[in-house]
């Protein structure tokens, strides 16, 4: 597999894929640019270390621009772990709010229809209790939902990803988009593979970023 064989391969992916919907178009560019002439360095040095598809270093840097992107517009960490917290607190008011409600108010349940079935709402687990001695009807007790809600967002809190990615003030996509597909490149091909990512980067952005500048980035520990 050569350079040349890799480069054909998004040529034949462009044919294949010109008629994509507006939403996707950009990545028609992406693929345009990485054909480019300026691109066959880092075609060679693909190749070498392995790459057989040239398609597949298409999606790697379809992803990795993707992702960039999420990362760029992604809340700081700490604003994250704020709003985990409030929809916590949220749901631990509105749980003792139910449970200091005086009775009989909310002791009882109500038919309801969802998608056309009938359904027994409650808003306490007693409720729930007296339903289903009472019928076998599929009953929605919210207080239930409130304490599963309450359980999945702790969870969402703990394995909430770590910081964002050390963002250039004047390049922060950028940025970005370099440690995304240097830990593309390094996981299929073991290695980041610097200077291909640089070429790669400076064409998919129009941006140049030299080689010294991509290992600086990917020497920064995300924030």
Same mark, same amino acid.
């Given at each position: %597999? ?22 996707? #178009?950009?990545?028609?560019?992406? &693929? ?6 300026? %691109?066959?360095? *880092? ?14 270093? @298409? ?5 990795? $621009?993707?992702? *960039? ?6 809340? #700081? ?10 929809? +916590?607190? $949220?749901?631990? !008011?509105?749980?003792?709010?139910? #449970?200091? &409600? ?6 009882? #349940? ?25 019928? +076998? ?5 919210? =207080?239930?939902?409130?304490?599963? +809600?309450?359980?999945?967002?702790? =969870? ?7 910081? %964002?990615? $050390? ?24 290695? !980041? @593979? ?6 790669? *980067?400076?064409?998919?952005?129009? =941006? ?16």
């Amino acid at each position: %597999m050569t350079g040349d064989d890799l480069r054909k391969h998004v040529l034949a992916w462009l044919v294949e894929n010109h008629n994509l919907r507006p939403t996707h #178009a950009w990545r028609i560019e992406v &693929a345009r640019r990485l054909v480019c002439d300026d %691109m066959q360095p *880092a075609w060679d040095e693909l190749a070498k270390h392995g790459a057989t598809d040239g398609r597949h270093i @298409l999606s790697f840097v379809i992803d990795a $621009a993707e992702d *960039a992107h999420r990362e760029c517009v992604r809340l #700081a960490s700490g604003e994250e772990s704020g709003r985990i917290a409030e929809v +916590a607190d $949220a749901l631990d !008011t509105l749980r003792e709010a139910i #449970a200091h &409600a005086p009775s009989p108010f909310l002791d009882g #349940a109500y038919p309801i229809e969802i998608d056309g079935r009938p359904v027994a709402f409650s808003w306490r687990k007693t409720g729930a209790k007296v339903l289903q001695l009472d019928n +076998a009807t599929q009953s929605i007790c919210l =207080d239930e939902l409130l304490e599963i +809600a309450h359980g999945n967002i702790i =969870d969402i809190a703990a394995h909430q990803p770590g910081g %964002m990615l $050390a963002r250039s003030r004047e390049r922060p996509q950028l940025t970005a988009f370099v440690r995304y597909l240097a830990g593309h490149f390094e996981k299929r091909y073991d290695g !980041t @593979l610097t200077a291909s990512v640089a070429r790669i *980067a400076a064409t998919t952005y129009g =941006d140049p970023i030299t080689e010294e500048q991509t290992e600086r980035i990917l020497g920064t520990q995300p924030q």
